[in-house]
């Protein structure tokens, strides 16, 4: 008992979050993250590093099969819960530790699952007619390829048939696979799927939607586009996929600071600091610049402005920048390998929270 | 006190090298994540537990599969880089002592980091899952980069040892430190020890863009194996880069035994120290600088060590 506790307890200490966003509250996503933050937890990467599922907001149905997959997914021990108020943040993850540490209550959860993996929902583009949704990305029972119903010998391990090929940008025959990005997806816009034809691991075609809330935000959920927070969440998002955790928390850490001081000269200073480092970083330069790309898919210059707006802008900003409009999208992204598509959508200036509230929720 | 040779001790002081290893590992993973918690805004004492509250929580935490996953090349992937690193300790001696002074020593550990290609691509391939796939196809890239730069630079200190025997290379750094006349193939070795870990800048193969890339569907003691790994292999590589270039177990005060683990976690932390300032490198930038301007470098290196050797004999 006393081994089994002590264990208990050191795995919880060093917990780890999936954190899933609903358009219009970004500010309660970030009480999240400064509570994880406090208490040592992290985010997860993916709903197999997860030991608990945290949905900010209140979703509409749409949300509700894409969440339950992904809560699917999560090994044990687990425990899942919704923050629908920034304020309720720290309550939250308190109650997620007493459950994630419940020795007894994850047992019972883990005799009641069955030990099969679940077949997942099909992911190709002209799936997305039916109802339900897509789940996390990394789902492999999302990879169906081309159907083709005349191909009855065709060999199904497991049920679903070998990607087909086809010919690429450069002519080469490449494995065609279907790869829905999101809902649920770490330093990804809040519910925008993104439905790429990938081949190889070059995008072919996308197809952009954003999923909606079940109702409007409260206000003062959300962080207002275009102020100060909101310039350095997008930063500390950039930061993060360009794989700087140091300078990605430090930025999320000012943003959290603006938030609760918006006019502190300690944070200005800070701020200050910040920028002259990430300016002085030639290999994220190196890393992360665009080459030859039209203005506003260089993800190095929309990050260095991002960081400037926050600066610029001590009080609330007259304009906020001008926004990517969904249909943009996948032109932006098409001929674009995969990982350099979750680097440009976050640089592209996309509120999804602006676009749920308009209603031009699909291109 | 430098000794002029390595003896060979029996295989039976494996599990003993074993432990050096994942000791001298575990320290460098609670240093990392000591820093860490200094960014968090935390106090830098709560990092130090943090690798052991990663460990617990993986132990209890269940594995998992995928449909349809390659289980068997899947788990080989999964525990392979942890062999691997043990593997390439077996020819580094600790102080006097070594498992094995094979006669094509550095051979044999530059054989160790390319059996680590297959093994990261192994662990993308065996789970059946888009992510993981592709993360696995970019380590091979990045691997493309770096494999001939590393196998140039570990060609430097044989050149000027005049010998492939990991003994030799130590007895010939006598009187001064390879790193000092081949401090190129020294950096050059550095990054590719770095990058063959799949570890801090050089992580392309599991990072956040790849939502987790090769990790994304492990979980349980088959993601802690991949994460020891890592660790593993970067401590491996130090260790070997300590006795390649900076002298092994020579040094003043202590015992050659203890001056090696010393060396090793000095190198071992500046790694860590500068990773914290490094974004993440894209193997497809990396492809370029590597064969363009990194290749060249480290070629010229071993010519200026081939005239001095000439010179000298």
């Given at each position: 008992?006393?081994?089994?506790?002590?264990?208990?307890?050191?795995?919880?200490?060093?917990?780890?979050?999936?954190?899933?966003?609903?358009?219009?509250?970004?500010?309660?996503?970030?009480?999240?993250?400064?509570?994880?933050?406090?208490?040592?937890?992290?985010?997860?990467?993916?709903?197999?590093?997860?030991?608990?599922?945290?949905?900010?907001?209140?979703?509409?149905?749409?949300?509700?099969?894409?969440?339950?997959?992904?809560?699917?997914?999560?090994?044990?021990?687990?425990?899942?819960?919704?923050?629908?108020?920034?304020?309720?943040?720290?309550?939250?993850?308190?109650?997620?530790?007493?459950?994630?540490?419940?020795?007894?209550?994850?047992?019972?959860?883990?005799?009641?699952?069955?030990?099969?993996?679940?077949?997942?929902?099909?992911?190709?583009?002209?799936?997305?007619?039916?109802?339900?949704?897509?789940?996390?990305?990394?789902?492999?029972?999302?990879?169906?390829?081309?159907?083709?119903?005349?191909?009855?010998?065709?060999?199904?391990?497991?049920?679903?048939?070998?990607?087909?090929?086809?010919?690429?940008?450069?002519?080469?025959?490449?494995?065609?696979?279907?790869?829905?990005?999101?809902?649920?997806?770490?330093?990804?816009?809040?519910?925008?799927?993104?439905?790429?034809?990938?081949?190889?691991?070059?995008?072919?075609?996308?197809?952009?939607?954003?999923?909606?809330?079940?109702?409007?935000?409260?206000?003062?959920?959300?962080?207002?586009?275009?102020?100060?927070?909101?310039?350095?969440?997008?930063?500390?998002?950039?930061?993060?996929?360009?794989?700087?955790?140091?300078?990605?928390?430090?930025?999320?850490?000012?943003?959290?600071?603006?938030?609760?001081?918006?006019?502190?000269?300690?944070?200005?200073?800070?701020?200050?600091?910040?920028?002259?480092?990430?300016?002085?970083?030639?290999?994220?330069?190196?890393?992360?610049?665009?080459?030859?790309?039209?203005?506003?898919?260089?993800?190095?210059?929309?990050?260095?402005?991002?960081?400037?707006?926050?600066?610029?802008?001590?009080?609330r900003s007259s304009t906020p920048p001008a926004l990517t409009p969904l249909d943009r999208l996948p032109e932006l992204v098409a001929g674009r390998q995969l990982s350099s598509v979750r680097l440009l959508v976050a640089a592209a200036e996309l509120d999804t929270a602006t676009l749920v509230r308009a209603g031009t929720v699909h291109p | 006190m430098t000794e002029p040779t390595v003896t060979q001790v029996s295989a039976a002081w494996a599990p003993f090298a074993a432990a050096v290893l994942l000791g001298v590992a575990a320290a460098g993973a609670m240093l990392d994540r000591a820093?860490?918690?200094?960014?968090?805004?935390?106090?830098?004492?709560?990092?130090?537990?943090?690798?052991?509250?990663?460990?617990?929580?993986?132990?209890?935490?269940?594995?998992?599969?995928?449909?349809?996953?390659?289980?068997?090349?899947?788990?080989?992937?999964?525990?392979?880089?942890?062999?691997?690193?043990?593997?390439?300790?077996?020819?580094?001696?600790?102080?006097?002592?070594?498992?094995?002074?094979?006669?094509?020593?550095?051979?044999?550990?530059?054989?160790?980091?390319?059996?680590?290609?297959?093994?990261?691509?192994?662990?993308?391939?065996?789970?059946?899952?888009?992510?993981?796939?592709?993360?696995?196809?970019?380590?091979?890239?990045?691997?493309?980069?770096?494999?001939?730069?590393?196998?140039?630079?570990?060609?430097?200190?044989?050149?000027?040892?005049?010998?492939?025997?990991?003994?030799?290379?130590?007895?010939?750094?006598?009187?001064?430190?390879?790193?000092?006349?081949?401090?190129?193939?020294?950096?050059?070795?550095?990054?590719?020890?770095?990058?063959?870990?799949?570890?801090?800048?050089?992580?392309?193969?599991?990072?956040?863009?790849?939502?987790?890339?090769?990790?994304?569907?492990?979980?349980?003691?088959?993601?802690?194996?991949?994460?020891?790994?890592?660790?593993?292999?970067?401590?491996?590589?130090?260790?070997?880069?300590?006795?390649?270039?900076?002298?092994?177990?020579?040094?003043?005060?202590?015992?050659?035994?203890?001056?090696?683990?010393?060396?090793?976690?000095?190198?071992?932390?500046?790694?860590?120290?500068?990773?914290?300032?490094?974004?993440?490198?894209?193997?497809?930038?990396?492809?370029?600088?590597?064969?363009?301007?990194?290749?060249?470098?480290?070629?010229?290196?071993?010519?200026?060590?081939?005239?001095?050797?000439?010179?000298?004999?």
């Open positions: 008992m006393g081994l089994n506790d002590l264990l208990a307890r050191s795995a919880v200490a060093r917990a780890s979050v999936l954190v899933v966003e609903v358009p219009g509250w970004s500010r309660a996503r970030c009480a999240v993250e400064a509570g994880m933050r406090r208490r040592g937890w992290r985010p997860a990467l993916s709903p197999a590093d997860a030991d608990a599922l945290v949905v900010v907001g209140e979703a509409a149905e749409r949300w509700r099969a894409a969440v339950d997959l992904v809560w699917e997914q999560l090994p044990g021990p687990r425990a899942r819960a919704t923050v629908t108020a920034a304020v309720d943040a720290a309550a939250t993850l308190d109650g997620l530790h007493a459950e994630l540490a419940d020795d007894t209550r994850q047992r019972r959860d883990a005799a009641a699952r069955s030990t099969e993996p679940a077949m997942g929902t099909q992911a190709g583009v002209n799936a997305q007619a039916q109802d339900g949704d897509r789940g996390e990305d990394s789902d492999p029972d999302m990879d169906p390829g081309d159907m083709h119903p005349g191909d009855m010998d065709m060999p199904m391990p497991g049920g679903i048939p070998l990607a087909g090929g086809a010919e690429d940008r450069d002519g080469l025959q490449m494995d065609v696979l279907h790869v829905p990005l999101g809902p649920v997806l770490p330093a990804w816009p809040a519910g925008l799927v993104l439905r790429c034809t990938v081949s190889g691991d070059v995008v072919t075609q996308a197809e952009a939607e954003v999923l909606p809330a079940a109702g409007p935000a409260p206000l003062g959920e959300g962080l207002i586009h275009g102020s100060p927070p909101e310039r350095l969440d997008r930063a500390a998002r950039l930061l993060l996929l360009a794989g700087w955790g140091d300078a990605a928390v430090a930025a999320a850490r000012l943003r959290d600071e603006l938030l609760d001081a918006p006019d502190s000269t300690a944070g200005v200073r800070a701020l200050d600091r910040l920028i002259r480092r990430v300016g002085r970083s030639r290999s994220l330069r190196w890393s992360i610049a665009g080459r030859g790309h039209a203005s506003g898919a260089d993800a190095y210059a929309q990050l260095l402005e991002a960081l400037r707006g926050a600066r610029a802008a001590p009080a | 820093l860490a918690a200094r960014t968090d805004g935390r106090p830098w004492q709560s990092g130090l537990t943090t690798p052991w509250g990663e460990t617990a929580r993986l132990l209890r935490q269940r594995r998992r599969t995928t449909l349809v996953a390659d289980v068997p090349l899947w788990r080989i992937g999964g525990a392979g880089l942890l062999v691997v690193a043990m593997l390439m300790v077996v020819v580094i001696p600790l102080g006097r002592w070594t498992i094995d002074d094979l006669p094509v020593g550095i051979a044999w550990f530059n054989a160790m980091d390319v059996i680590v290609w297959a093994v990261v691509w192994l662990a993308g391939w065996g789970a059946n899952s888009a992510h993981s796939l592709m993360a696995g196809y970019r380590f091979l890239a990045q691997a493309l980069a770096y494999e001939l730069p590393l196998m140039f630079a570990l060609t430097a200190p044989t050149v000027g040892a005049g010998s492939l025997r990991v003994g030799d290379v130590v007895a010939a750094q006598h009187g001064l430190w390879f790193v000092v006349w081949m401090p190129v193939a020294f950096l050059v070795y550095c990054a590719a020890v770095v990058a063959f870990s799949v570890w801090g800048p050089f992580a392309a193969a599991s990072g956040v863009p790849e939502a987790g890339g090769v990790l994304a569907e492990l979980s349980g003691i088959d993601r802690w194996l991949v994460l020891a790994g890592r660790w593993a292999l970067l401590t491996a590589g130090a260790a070997f880069g300590t006795t390649l270039f900076l002298g092994g177990g020579a040094g003043p005060l202590l015992p050659g035994w203890l001056w090696v683990p010393v060396k090793t976690t000095a190198l071992l932390a500046a790694f860590i120290v500068l990773r914290r300032r490094t974004p993440t490198v894209r193997p497809e930038r990396f492809i370029e600088i590597a064969w363009l301007v990194v290749l060249p470098l480290v070629l010229l290196q071993v010519l200026v060590v081939s005239i001095v050797v000439v010179g000298r004999s």
